[in-house]
């Protein structure tokens, strides 16, 4: 049984920072790329950053480039999303996802990845 919880959300001022955690149970976690997508309404999630099970490659949305950074730690079963110079666009509940496949790609494509956390929400005032 996969479990994933999220952590790290909660209100900042723009121009902040905020480190998004995901703890991962199970095993194999090593095998899987992981992913953060984020929904606010409309109702569609939008990938926001994806790395590799290697953890050598990572690919973001175009709108957080240069100020989000999604790494992983293998020893500890936890992918990171790091947050710097925040926006209310950036206002969403932030969900933490494991592929489908084993040695899967990372790629923007929800219905690829399998398991997902409840969510943590994240607001950023202006």
């Known amino acids: 049984q996969v479990q994933l919880v999220e952590s790290g959300g909660g209100l900042v001022q723009a121009g902040g920072s905020l480190r998004l955690s995901c703890a991962a149970s199970?095993?194999?976690?090593?095998?899987?790329?992981m992913a953060w997508f984020r929904q606010a309404p409309p109702p569609a999630r939008e990938l926001v950053a994806a790395?590799?099970?290697?953890?050598?490659?990572?690919i973001q949305a175009d709108s957080v480039k240069g100020r989000f950074t999604i790494s992983s730690d293998n020893t500890k079963n936890t992918v990171y999303l790091q947050m710097n110079s925040l926006t209310p666009e950036d206002t969403a509940i932030y969900y933490c996802a494991r592929a489908r496949r084993i040695y899967g790609t990372a790629n923007a494509n929800a219905p690829d990845y399998e398991y997902w956390g409840q969510g943590t929400q994240v607001t950023v005032s202006s």
């Open positions: 199970g095993r194999a976690f090593s095998l899987y790329a």
């Open positions: 790395i590799t099970w290697r953890g050598d490659s990572t």
